[in-house]
């Protein structure tokens, strides 16, 4: 049944229940999709690409990072610098980001200028050009920005630390910057190659969220976009991670002043968007970590001040099973072995006992609210649908999220916890700070531990 | 066809637009409580949410001397208790609610917030939650003792960041005996300093209605939001403003602070004593800036900094307008051996650009930035609010928000270059060096 678009929007007005999302893919492959937010006269364009550290062999780790940052340095029509130029000229906003799955561009735009961002984001997914005199400034930029995030920051190290011990094979296990060594020897002509391998419109999803017409975005999408050839994109195999055996530990001895702690668990993550395990454990992260009234906070910082701070962390988007984390630093004059035994019988107690109802009703609270108030950002709504494309999951999982989570018992939080939150499946990094004025040989740990 | 004269085809198309999109700001609107509390309300019936601001002329900089830390760990100790809540039911009932709720304090105000959907059953007891911890705050001793202790770790945790100690190193340095010099954190001699009655002479200073502001964006009526205030802040005693901070004093000559961390980078920040939110130099200022360093990427110290040397991953400027001077820095970060290259760069940078002002190509770049950007600072909820808030605060016109682009367009390359020179003295900035051996 054809309905007339403005009763449409009328009846979903008055509904305020319609998801709005429409997508379309177009011959050359490149997928399309469109959620219209017609709040304020503006637009966000994201371009994600299916590659990220997940899919770099040993030896190139960090190469997608490092062509993210390549695709502002020229291409066959436009200088280096010229792309942000043009962009900010309109008013835009725009940068990009890496992760482990995905690598993605985005432009904030007036919604009048949509047509820009298209037209320099289809002339840069083919026609880059891949200078050596702008790599050889652009790596050592990223080097600074290693440096930024990671090397001095232990918590950084202490991360990278806990992913390189907790995955022995997958390669989660590399951190999506690259360790240092892999920076300093990668070439110009390795990031050609991997450019050509995956930046293709078949490996890519156009997320446009805004003041727009589904409609017309599809059409301005194929005339810029359309005339693209399709790329034989052949991802090479990702090697599952065996599973872990027994209780792995790691210490990173850096300088520091406050202690701190990682655990974390193998979990798997959605694949299909149907299955139950990825809610529950997304339940359970929230009993946790939900808040100020939630375990950690109410029992280890507020009643035992054995934690200065506890998180708990669980990502149910990604294209590989990945880990349940607990992040935690030990009040002051507490040590990190009574913290570590603390937040262990939190996950027992799990383990052993069903959540209680108030608790499960005040975590499906905080989603059902935090779902409308996701939708106050154009920017995240765009980062949602693009991360679902990416993972392989899909958008649509954004309907059924709630409804999901609404349906996670306190037997399913318990059976998770038995599966998965278990002594042979647990990492455990310790961050034991060293006096500043004694520097550690600072070998970055890891940097050359783990270059292969 | 060249994706320039596109570009620019654009660029015309979108001017034209600019008036339409500059007319859809939505309307302010503002009242006053019997008890002073200014009230700045913009209604949006898009989304079921209600967000609000409180804002109180209580940040660190009204702490008294000998009492650092103490503006923090006061806003942080309202959700401690209040009335006869708990510090167990506040969190309980406002996360069973699904409201999320803030309370900080930073340099200059100290604030608490909510974002709470909109219907009625579950914002009306969020807002009673709120009122009681505006007007009734146990402020517990246990709880005190505990989150003084957590403010000690954090002090002590932001020593292992080279970035956080350049920024402490550089307030203090820049500030003197000014209010300004404190950090939110506090300092350790601070913090222990502190007694419980002086977070109960702290809160009843300050937290009054004279003090306060309220930001409110969201799915309400003028009425369901004249009701919201009313009984949010109405019944807070009216008390006083405090009085004005003395205003910031010229600096009168260059100084230099050097702090060895073990990091593989050095962060170098150099600033003096930049504007005020209401000073009338503020656009030419926030232009002359834009094309400096406040671009993102596209700005002089980016290009010379990052795109020509690959010196820094991040370099950028700004003006921190407050009610009195608020600072002008420039920042970067750099791998100790390159260190006085970058600082030589970052320097000349700026005296060259003093020096010579903003080309006519680089002032029209910068306004049109400015100005076609304009739609984006203000299109949700969360941003409406955050403006209503300073608009509040810093008692700016009601009318800001029109008169922003004209403003912007406005401005010329003599007035950026004049406002420039007078403002920045290259010659008597503050530097902070923080970072390890070379």
């Given at each position: 049944m054809q309905i007339p678009r403005w009763l449409a929007g009328a009846l979903c007005a008055l509904l305020g229940a319609c998801a709005h999302v429409h997508e379309t893919t177009l011959d050359n492959g490149l997928k399309v999709v469109v959620k219209p937010d017609r709040r304020a006269p503006v637009v966000v364009s994201q371009l994600w690409y299916k590659v990220g550290s997940s899919d770099e062999p040993s030896g190139l780790t960090g190469i997608s990072h490092v062509l993210e940052h390549m695709m502002f340095k020229g291409s066959e029509r436009l200088a280096p610098g010229e792309f942000s130029r043009i962009i900010a000229e309109h008013g835009g906003r725009e940068n990009a980001f890496t992760s482990k799955d995905y690598t993605a561009y985005y432009q904030q735009l007036e919604k009048s200028r949509l047509p820009v961002s298209f037209e320099l984001e289809a002339e840069r997914m083919r026609k880059l050009r891949l200078p050596d005199e702008e790599f050889q400034k652009e790596v050592k930029v990223v080097m600074e920005e290693r440096r930024l995030r990671t090397d001095d920051r232990p918590e950084g190290l202490l991360y990278e630390q806990f992913m390189a011990t907790a995955y022995q094979v997958h390669p989660y296990r590399n951190p999506i910057i690259g360790w240092m060594d892999d920076l300093k020897t990668l070439r110009v002509e390795e990031l050609k190659d991997w450019y050509r391998r995956w930046y293709a419109p078949n490996n890519a999803t156009l997320v446009v969220v805004g003041d727009v017409e589904p409609g017309a975005v599809f059409a301005l999408a194929d005339k810029y976009f359309g005339a693209i050839p399709r790329v034989e994109v052949a991802p090479a195999p990702v090697p599952d991670e065996p599973p872990q055996q027994a209780m792995r530990r790691t210490r990173v001895a850096a300088p520091a002043e406050v202690p701190s702690m990682l655990l974390g668990f193998h979990v798997p993550a959605f694949q299909t968007g149907r299955e139950w395990q990825p809610y529950a454990l997304e339940v359970l992260a929230g009993v946790l970590d939900g808040g100020n009234s939630a375990r950690f906070a109410r029992e280890?910082?507020?009643?035992?001040?054995?934690?200065n701070s506890a998180g708990a962390d669980y990502g149910s988007v990604a294209r590989h099973p990945g880990m349940f984390l607990i992040s935690a630093t030990p009040a002051r004059g507490r040590g990190v072995e009574e913290l570590e035994r603390a937040l262990l019988a939190q996950i027992e107690r799990l383990r052993t006992e069903p959540v209680s109802d108030a608790e499960l009703a005040r975590v499906k609270a905080q989603v059902v609210a935090g779902n409308v108030f996701s939708r106050d950002s154009l920017y995240y709504q765009a980062m949602q649908i693009g991360m679902l494309e990416t993972a392989g999951v899909g958008w649509r999982l954004l309907d059924e999220y709630v409804e999901g989570i609404r349906k996670v018992s306190a037997r399913q939080v318990q059976e998770v916890a038995q599966r998965y939150l278990v002594e042979t499946n647990l990492t455990v990094a310790v961050l034991d700070p060293q006096p500043r004025n004694r520097r550690a040989p600072r070998s970055a740990p890891g940097a050359n531990s783990h270059a292969h | 066809m060249p994706i320039n004269t596109h570009a620019a085809r654009l660029a015309g198309l979108a001017l034209l637009l600019l008036s339409a999109a500059a007319q859809a700001v939505p309307p302010l609107q503002q009242w006053t409580l019997a008890n002073g509390a200014r009230v700045y309300f913009v209604e949006t019936r898009e989304l079921p949410i209600v967000q609000l601001r409180v804002l109180f002329?209580?940040?660190?900089?009204?702490?008294?001397?000998?009492?650092?830390?103490l503006a923090r760990l006061t806003a942080r100790m309202l959700r401690e208790g209040a009335g006869r809540y708990d510090a167990n039911q506040i969190a309980e009932t406002l996360e069973g609610l699904g409201a999320e709720l803030g309370n900080d304090a930073s340099g200059e105000m100290a604030e608490l917030s909510l974002r709470s959907l909109a219907e009625r059953k579950l914002r009306a007891p969020a807002v009673e939650i709120l009122r009681q911890m505006l007007l009734a705050p146990t402020l517990p001793e246990d709880g005190f003792q505990r989150e003084r202790t957590r403010s000690l770790v954090a002090l002590q945790k932001a020593l292992q960041s080279p970035g956080e100690v350049a920024a402490r190193a550089f307030y203090q340095g820049l500030y003197?005996?000014?209010?300004?010099?404190?950090?939110?954190?506090?300092?350790e001699a601070g913090l222990k300093a502190i007694a419980h009655d002086d977070l109960v002479e702290f809160y009843r200073s300050y937290y009054v209605g004279a003090n306060a502001v309220l930001a409110l964006v969201g799915d309400l009526s003028a009425d369901q939001a004249r009701a919201l205030a009313q009984r949010l802040l109405g019944d807070l005693p009216a008390g006083s403003a405090p009085p004005p901070l003395p205003p910031v004093p010229d600096r009168t000559r260059a100084e230099r602070r050097t702090v060895k961390h073990p990091s593989s980078q050095t962060h170098i920040l150099i600033g003096q004593p930049g504007m005020t939110r209401t000073d009338p130099d503020y656009f030419p200022l926030l232009v002359g800036n834009h094309i400096l360093g406040g671009g993102g990427l596209v700005s002089r110290l980016s290009d010379e900094v990052?795109?020509?040397?690959?010196?820094?991953?991040s370099v950028h400027s700004y003006f921190a307008p407050l009610r009195e001077r608020g600072p002008f820095l420039m920042g970067l970060q750099t791998e100790n051996a390159r260190r006085d290259e970058a600082e030589a760069v970052m320097r000349r940078t700026l005296t060259e650009y003093v020096a010579e002002g903003p080309t006519e190509r680089e002032l029209a770049a910068a306004k049109k930035n400015l100005s076609g950007g304009f739609p984006l600072r203000i299109d949700s909820n969360r941003k409406l609010a955050d403006y209503a808030a300073t608009i509040g605060f810093y008692n700016l016109p009601l009318g800001y928000l029109d008169e922003f682009i004209p403003r912007v367009e406005a401005v010329t390359a003599e007035q950026v270059r004049d406002a420039l020179r007078r403002r920045l003295r290259a010659d008597t900035m503050f530097t902070v060096v923080v970072g390890g051996d070379k």
């Open positions: 280890l910082v507020r009643e035992r001040q054995i934690a | 002329d209580a940040g660190a900089a009204r702490e008294p001397p000998g009492k650092e830390g003197g005996a000014h209010p300004y010099a404190r950090h939110p954190n506090g300092t990052r795109e020509k040397r690959g010196l820094s991953y």
